[in-house]
């Protein structure tokens, strides 16, 4: 409804003008509040085209003729301002780390209340994200998802989606960076989707359209890569979507039960491209190159192959860009370690990683063991991953959390119930128990459920310890506290010190 101020009375018009005055000095302080956080953190506007023009050296300007620079690094490691970052010895010290799940590649359970603020509950990944709601909302909603700062009145040309400045959660900012660095983290996992990462013509002899994703997640790769140099925290980055999707997961990008990428076309050898790019352009920041996460290899001898071959075919592209500085990790694609035995070895492949995931909660046999099964089947990995490691390539067990149940909402997809609770299908299943007191907030967790948290996380540390390290799943999730690194740390069941032990010698 529109006022018009000539049809009130000379004392209502001199009010009504006081309000319109107050609106606008507060819209315009909260726009000032904005620009100040930027600058605290290090960082102006970020450019408008993404940051091409990145030199592997750790610095950036962008060619765009109305953008300014996000994050330089152009300090060298004796600035006061940085803290030195020395190459990490692989070999002899431990990776301790943790993944920033749902920050540039989102999943709903992660970021629940990004995927209500759409109004479509069709929604359920960034694939339909681009399908189904209007690209300037969509792009509106992923930046201030991405910056974390602040947000000023989103309204859809629809009208479906509104929301204001105090709405919106802040995520991952370099606080983050800084709280993991107190925590005794020495690595951050930072997954991307082939969707962000800004080639052109000139980079690809295949397509570069990221329809139907909403690109620009760039820029706050290149933010983080800075935050981490800045506080001395290494870096993996994850390509965690590729094109036509490699497993099927919604946190692949597009949730589907036909995934496309190991079936011929161009997709492969675009992920190789992407990578390629990836390396040439921020590798001076990047420790490890993750090539791809969780490739579905169990889905027969197809996927398997060309997973094999894009393993070897990445590599080379990554070291033709980067050179031998960079570690590069592959990963075992749901078919053990050990199918990989041989894979990638000097003198074919040199600083080689494994990634290994360990969960045991996606079905109902798993989910019918006890505390102490759940921590006797972990502990047989010591038997399976020190092995390998020792006579193949370095191991890091990559993604692993807390969660005993599924019980976390939308774990399973958007709109998907758990298995744990017997809401994950309407045929068959079986009910474990109830979700009260497993997700959600800490506070509503049992003492004796933070000592089952704090002895299923000591015995996955042990795991990873054994061999070269762990990165945890992960740093922050909106409504589940049982998979967050840092409510773990608030509440209590994951210690300051990532090495001290209330249960040492868990698997003895």
């Given at each position: 409804?529109?006022?018009?101020?000539?049809?009130?009375?000379?004392t209502?018009v001199?009010l009504?003008?006081?309000?319109?005055?107050i609106?606008w000095?507060t819209?315009?302080?909260n726009?000032?509040?904005?620009?100040?956080?930027l600058?605290?953190?290090?960082?102006l506007d970020?450019?408008?085209?993404?940051?091409?023009?990145?030199?592997?050296?750790?610095?950036?300007?962008?060619?765009?003729?109305t953008?300014?620079?996000?994050a330089t690094s152009?300090?060298t490691s004796?600035?006061?301002?940085?803290t030195p970052v020395?190459?990490?010895?692989?070999s002899?010290?431990k990776v301790r780390?943790?993944?920033?799940?749902?920050?540039?590649v989102?999943e709903?359970?992660?970021?629940p209340?990004?995927?209500?603020?759409t109004?479509?509950?069709?929604?359920?990944d960034?694939y339909t994200?681009?399908?189904?709601?209007d690209?300037g909302?969509?792009q509106?909603?992923?930046?201030?998802h991405w910056?974390s700062?602040?947000?000023?009145n989103i309204?859809?040309?629809?009208?479906?989606v509104?929301?204001?400045?105090?709405?919106w959660?802040?995520?991952i900012t370099?606080?983050?960076f800084i709280?993991?660095?107190?925590?005794?983290?020495?690595h951050?996992r930072?997954?991307?989707?082939?969707?962000s990462v800004?080639?052109?013509s000139d980079?690809?002899?295949?397509?570069t359209?990221?329809d139907p994703?909403?690109?620009g997640?760039w820029?706050?790769l290149?933010?983080?890569?800075n935050?981490?140099?800045?506080?001395g925290?290494?870096?993996?980055?994850d390509?965690h979507g590729?094109?036509?999707?490699q497993n099927?997961?919604?946190?692949?990008?597009q949730?589907?039960?036909?995934?496309q990428?190991a079936?011929?076309?161009?997709?492969v050898a675009?992920?190789?491209?992407?990578?390629?790019?990836i390396?040439?352009?921020?590798g001076?920041?990047?420790?490890?190159l993750e090539l791809?996460?969780?490739?579905?290899?169990?889905r027969?001898d197809?996927?398997?192959a060309a997973?094999?071959k894009f393993?070897?075919?990445?590599?080379?592209?990554v070291?033709?860009?980067?050179?031998?500085?960079?570690?590069?990790?592959?990963?075992?694609?749901?078919?053990g370690v050990?199918?990989?035995?041989?894979?990638?070895?000097?003198?074919?492949?040199?600083?080689?990683?494994m990634?290994f995931?360990?969960y045991?909660?996606f079905s109902?046999?798993e989910?019918?063991?006890s505390t102490?099964?759940?921590i006797r089947f972990a502990?047989?990995y010591n038997?399976?991953?020190p092995?390998?490691a020792?006579?193949?390539?370095?191991?890091?067990?990559?993604?692993?959390?807390?969660?005993v149940t599924?019980?976390?909402?939308w774990l399973?997809g958007?709109?998907?119930g758990?298995?744990w609770d017997?809401?994950y299908?309407?045929?068959?299943?079986?009910h474990h128990?109830s979700?009260?007191?497993?997700?959600g907030?800490?506070?509503n967790f049992s003492?004796a459920?933070?000592?089952?948290l704090?002895?299923y996380f000591?015995v996955q540390?042990?795991?990873?310890e054994r061999?070269q390290?762990w990165?945890?799943?992960?740093?922050?999730?909106e409504?589940a506290?049982?998979?967050?690194?840092q409510?773990?740390?608030?509440?209590g069941?994951?210690?300051r010190?990532?090495t001290?032990?209330k249960?040492?010698?868990?698997?003895?």
């Amino acid at each position: 409804m529109r006022i018009r101020l000539g049809c009130l009375p000379s004392t209502l018009v001199f009010l009504t003008q006081i309000a319109i005055l107050i609106q606008w000095t507060t819209r315009l302080a909260n726009a000032e509040q904005c620009r100040l956080q930027l600058h605290r953190n290090g960082d102006l506007d970020p450019p408008v085209n993404g940051g091409n023009n990145i030199p592997t050296n750790g610095t950036y300007t962008d060619g765009g003729p109305t953008a300014t620079i996000l994050a330089t690094s152009t300090s060298t490691s004796t600035s006061p301002s940085m803290t030195p970052v020395t190459p990490f010895n692989y070999s002899r010290d431990k990776v301790r780390g943790v993944n920033l799940g749902g920050w540039l590649v989102l999943e709903p359970w992660i970021t629940p209340s990004f995927f209500e603020r759409t109004g479509n509950s069709d929604i359920i990944d960034e694939y339909t994200l681009g399908q189904l709601l209007d690209r300037g909302t969509a792009q509106d909603m992923l930046k201030q998802h991405w910056e974390s700062v602040c947000v000023h009145n989103i309204t859809s040309r629809s009208g479906s989606v509104s929301f204001s400045d105090a709405s919106w959660p802040q995520w991952i900012t370099e606080d983050d960076f800084i709280a993991m660095k107190a925590a005794g983290l020495n690595h951050v996992r930072i997954p991307l989707g082939y969707w962000s990462v800004p080639m052109t013509s000139d980079d690809t002899a295949y397509s570069t359209s990221p329809d139907p994703y909403i690109p620009g997640a760039w820029t706050y790769l290149l933010r983080g890569l800075n935050w981490a140099k800045k506080h001395g925290i290494h870096v993996i980055v994850d390509l965690h979507g590729a094109p036509g999707s490699q497993n099927g997961y919604d946190n692949s990008g597009q949730k589907t039960g036909n995934p496309q990428w190991a079936l011929g076309g161009d997709n492969v050898a675009r992920t190789v491209d992407t990578l390629r790019f990836i390396a040439a352009n921020a590798g001076g920041l990047i420790d490890v190159l993750e090539l791809l996460n969780e490739a579905a290899g169990f889905r027969g001898d197809d996927w398997a192959a060309a997973i094999r071959k894009f393993w070897l075919d990445a590599y080379d592209a990554v070291r033709a860009a980067a050179g031998d500085r960079m570690k590069v990790m592959i990963g075992d694609a749901f078919l053990g370690v050990n199918s990989w035995t041989n894979f990638l070895v000097p003198p074919r492949g040199h600083d080689v990683l494994m990634d290994f995931h360990e969960y045991q909660i996606f079905s109902d046999g798993e989910l019918d063991r006890s505390t102490d099964d759940h921590i006797r089947f972990a502990c047989q990995y010591n038997n399976v991953l020190p092995a390998f490691a020792g006579g193949n390539i370095w191991t890091i067990v990559g993604e692993w959390s807390n969660a005993v149940t599924d019980c976390a909402r939308w774990l399973n997809g958007r709109n998907v119930g758990a298995r744990w609770d017997n809401t994950y299908s309407t045929t068959g299943g079986r009910h474990h128990g109830s979700c009260s007191g497993y997700t959600g907030s800490y506070t509503n967790f049992s003492d004796a459920y933070k000592e089952v948290l704090r002895r299923y996380f000591e015995v996955q540390i042990e795991i990873g310890e054994r061999v070269q390290g762990w990165v945890f799943w992960t740093w922050k999730a909106e409504e589940a506290d049982e998979w967050s690194y840092q409510k773990g740390l608030e509440g209590g069941w994951i210690p300051r010190d990532p090495t001290d032990r209330k249960y040492p010698n868990i698997c003895s």
